[in-house]
């Protein structure tokens, strides 16, 4: 059948026209790499001999690498909610965190029981973004100063997701240490030591990865990315 | 342990004067998103790709969004960003076919509606192809998602006049399209 288009008023068809719709299991793929939060250099399908289809984008590859210690097995449970963490997650931390330092500096946990001084339960609330009154400075008394500085904050974030993703952990854990030390009562903190938990576990840190987990835990029992937190340290042998 | 939004939507937030929360975006959006990259030329085999891209840029600029914008508008010029910046890679410029592509009915059923509206939907399409990125963007903005040009024009951001242009030029280079690809499928 051929049927004589010619007839039908192309912005008539235009308007009528139906949506594409995203094969099955694309959204699950797509929130399990904005759990990643790996952004992606867009490649053409066929390079690199990477197969077209979703499997085969360069995107997921990275994900799958991640996911041998991390996120992608959680992928549906936690994607949206690590992605979108920042808006529903912490107020701020009223005391600091102590940034997780290199081989060269002293391991965040000389004393494992007490990995380090993170905020106390009772002064995180979880609230939306815009219901911060201050940001995490006091001189970022407006929202866009606020918007500003969270901004810069996920910037860091996102550069060590990257990291991550492509299997370089130190990397990963210097940049960490920046968001540490640059945004000590962080609105991301809570996303931050959830990653660190991640990166120690791949840089065979394993005791300083319990313990800052288990910190992570009591402080944040009911935090959107505590399953990624479970799931790296789950990976960690029983002695 | 996902936490699944509460009952409110996107745009009920949206009318509280709160700034959508991301995963109630991704939700009630992704779909939206993967659409529009699609009528604005990003292959389906990137699109995966180009869609998460969008939503990280989406949860970036989001304490910035001003929730008296139509959310798709402002979604909608995200995605616009993000298919330019495909489309400039040389790489991903996919040589138009002359012709829209066939349909395959495996049964033979050639009278069946949905046959017939796969055909059209895929007309429809290649035309869309054919038309100017900009002007594609106005055309689909408008025609497709309902936004006034008004509103067009800011998210867009172009003077009024020219997004009013843009439409018009984006009209007739879409006819001139469907009814060449429909001539071209009816002679065959």
């Known amino acids: 059948m051929n049927r004589d288009w010619s007839t039908k008023d192309p912005l008539d068809a235009l308007r009528g026209v139906e949506e594409f719709l995203p094969p099955p299991g694309a959204e699950e793929r797509v929130a399990a790499l904005l759990a990643t939060g790996v952004s992606a250099p867009l490649r053409g399908a066929g390079e690199r001999g990477i197969p077209a289809g979703s499997h085969g984008s360069t995107l997921f590859r990275l994900a799958r690498r991640f996911a041998g210690w991390s996120l992608l097995p959680l992928a549906a449970g936690i994607a949206i909610g690590m992605a979108g963490s920042h808006v529903l997650s912490v107020r701020k931390a009223r005391q600091s965190v102590a940034p997780v330092t290199s081989a060269v500096s002293p391991p965040i946990n000389e004393k494992p029981e007490e990995p380090a001084a993170l905020a106390p339960l009772s002064s995180v609330a979880r609230t939306r973004s815009d219901d911060i009154p201050d940001g995490p400075t006091k001189r970022s008394s407006s929202r866009l100063d606020a918007s500003e500085e969270l901004a810069r904050e996920r910037g860091i974030l996102d550069r060590a997701r990257k990291r991550i993703a492509i299997a370089e952990p130190q990397q990963a854990l210097a940049l960490l240490n920046e968001h540490a030390r640059r945004f000590p009562q962080g609105r991301l903190s809570e996303e931050r030591e959830a990653m660190l938990v991640n990166v120690l576990v791949a840089l065979g840190r394993r005791e300083e990865a319990r313990a800052r987990g288990e910190s992570f835990r009591r402080h944040f029992p009911n935090s959107l990315v505590r399953a990624s937190v479970d799931a790296a340290l789950a990976t960690i042998p029983a002695n | ?188």
């Open chain 2, 1 to 188: 342990v996902l936490v699944m939004p509460s009952e409110s939507s996107a745009v009920s937030e949206l009318e509280l004067g709160a700034p959508p929360r991301p995963e109630v975006l991704f939700r009630e959006q992704f779909r939206y998103v993967w659409s529009t990259l699609r009528r604005l030329g990003v292959e389906e085999r990137d699109v995966e790709d180009v869609t998460h891209e969008v939503f990280l840029r989406v949860y970036a600029q989001l304490p910035l969004y001003d929730a008296a914008r139509p959310l798709r508008a402002w979604l909608f010029g995200i995605a616009l960003g993000a298919a330019a910046n495909y489309r400039r890679l040389a790489r991903h410029r996919v040589a138009l076919s002359a012709e829209f592509p066939d349909v395959v009915d495996p049964h033979g059923e050639s009278a069946d509606a949905n046959l017939e509206r796969r055909q059209e939907f895929e007309l429809v399409h290649a035309a869309l192809q054919r038309v100017p990125l900009e002007q594609r963007a106005v055309l689909v903005l408008h025609e497709l998602d309902g936004c006034a040009i008004p509103e067009v024009a800011v998210s867009l951001g172009l003077g009024l006049n020219t997004a009013y242009s843009r439409l018009r030029l984006g009209r007739e280079a879409f006819r001139d399209a469907f009814r060449r690809l429909a001539s071209q499928k009816r002679l065959r």
